[in-house]
């Protein structure tokens, strides 16, 4: 089989030669690499020992997807499936391609490391020619896949214009040759960015697979920890069986008819969905009185915009903020953190049921938290966050919570906020003894049962999660956010 070979100058030319390949129909796929390796896929790079592994957790991810509410269309196509996993870091028997020379010309130039004299290319596929060369092949060389296809929420897929070969092979290129674009590394830079092909906003998909890489970041540390031969496994427990002698039982908000709108898929347009260019969306903080006040001034700065943009909630909007000038905050040296902590809430929260006034409060309190925290985001002392919640909540209370699959976060709510999602009929099912010490006792409460479904009216609970929750997970965490109590099953103190 004849393959072509071609060298030029930079990247630029490059892209220019592969689009002039896609004009006259010789190639229609294209894959970019920093060096000029053999194509393989992720999993044949990988020995016997790490193979296995990978394989494991690829049954794992394909388990999680299955059985996470609201992803269940990916479970059922294998092919999409793997797409996610693929463009997440999972090794598989996919290689990734793109339809557009420019993503390829972006990843082969894409350097992380120095410079060297190695030959970066442009991969270059005619899919119809290895169709046909695989038909000249034995009956028990099982074909590649072509694979293209389309992910709902899978934002980085439609952002790449990615495609997939399917290679059954480890060393498919001592069957097949691809033909090359190759060119040397500069520092040229093209007109596609990184935040062109990594999107920098979430789909409900990406914002759940928080949760996944939380989840294999737990078994990794769970197998380390069961090497302990000094730890004592202690059994979990809903409730307390002294205070509540005959258990809770689910309340009845719980239901899965009441929650299934929590819990469905937008499955969102990556590209109509970004197109919010004449959305105002500025927020001004011009005097700060009070941080206990501040989320309840900006919500009506946001209402106004949902008045204006009605149909808001369907875009991806850049929210702004603009703070009259604080000598004890250092507003220019984080105005985009503090923008994409604005981002990150909106997007987590606005395809789920949460109403306007919820939303535009949240945001409003996001605000708040960052102006307590005056720029100092990572700081690990515990003190540091809840000093940041006394100034913004009232009676604040510190709070973890986690779903089924064993991801988990934390947060802050206020004492009476939490008493007002209590289930009025909680103390019905307390032990005689202890009436009095429960009731209207936040903490006693959270500390005693801690199933949110047996504790909590989910339509109260659920506006806490808006208003108080996620505006702090935004800038705590930086995965596994939970912007609805719909996924957990669990809720109580750290």
Not at 116 to 126: A, E, Q
Not at 327 to 348: M, Q, T, V
């Amino acid at each position: 089989m004849e393959t072509t070979q071609v060298k030029v100058s930079n990247v630029i030319e490059a892209v220019e030669l592969a689009e002039k390949f896609k004009k006259d129909g010789s190639h229609n796929w294209f894959r970019g690499q920093i060096d000029n390796w053999l194509v393989k896929t992720t999993l044949a790079r990988l020995d016997k020992s790490l193979r296995e592994s990978a394989i494991e957790k690829l049954e794992r991810f394909y388990d999680w997807v299955k059985t996470t509410k609201g992803l269940e269309y990916i479970g059922e196509n294998i092919d999409a499936t793997m797409a996610v996993a693929q463009h997440y870091g999972l090794p598989t028997n996919y290689v990734d391609f793109s339809t557009e020379p420019k993503v390829a010309g972006f990843f082969a130039s894409d350097y992380d490391k120095p410079l060297d004299d190695k030959l970066s290319c442009i991969i270059c596929l005619n899919t119809g020619n290895l169709e046909r060369f695989w038909l000249a092949m034995p009956q028990n060389y099982p074909p590649p896949g072509f694979i293209k296809l389309n992910v709902p929420d899978l934002w980085r897929l439609d952002a790449q214009y990615g495609c997939f070969l399917y290679l059954p092979y480890d060393e498919f290129e001592k069957i097949y040759h691809f033909d090359r674009i190759l060119f040397p590394k500069t520092n040229i830079a093209l007109e596609i960015k990184k935040e062109d092909v990594y999107p920098k906003r979430k789909s409900n998909l990406e914002i759940l697979l928080g949760q996944y890489f939380m989840t294999e970041r737990l078994i990794e540390g769970t197998k380390r920890f069961e090497n302990n031969t000094n730890v004592i496994s202690i059994p979990y427990s809903e409730w307390s069986k002294d205070i509540y002698p005959n258990g809770i039982p689910e309340h009845s908000s719980w239901s899965p008819g009441n929650l299934e709108p929590w819990m469905l898929s937008p499955k969102e347009d990556f590209f109509e969905t970004n197109t919010s260019t004449n959305v105002a969306t500025e927020i001004r903080v011009d005097n700060i009185d009070s941080l206990l006040d501040l989320p309840a001034k900006i919500q009506e700065q946001i209402l106004e915009v949902f008045h204006k943009q009605p149909d808001i909630r369907n875009k991806l909007p850049n929210w702004t903020l603009h703070v009259k000038q604080d000598d004890s905050l250092s507003y220019e040296n984080i105005s985009h953190l503090i923008n994409g902590y604005l981002n990150n809430l909106w997007d987590g929260l606005r395809f789920l049921p949460h109403s306007n006034n919820d939303i535009a409060y949240g945001l409003g309190m996001c605000i708040a938290y960052v102006l307590a925290l005056k720029g100092d985001f990572r700081n690990p002392d515990s003190r540091h966050w809840e000093g940041a919640a006394n100034k913004c909540l009232n009676g604040p209370i510190e709070i973890e919570f986690g779903s089924i699959d064993g991801s988990y976060s934390r947060g802050f709510v206020s004492s009476n906020s939490l008493l007002d999602a209590v289930r009025p009929d909680l103390l019905n099912y307390v032990g005689e003894t202890w009436k009095e010490k429960i009731q209207g006792n936040p903490f006693g409460i959270i500390q005693t049962s801690r199933n949110p479904r047996r504790t909590f009216d989910f339509n109260l609970l659920a506006p806490i999660f808006a208003k108080e929750i996620a505006p702090f997970q935004v800038i705590y965490r930086t995965h596994a956010i939970f912007y609805s109590p719909a996924r957990l099953n669990s809720f109580g103190l750290p």
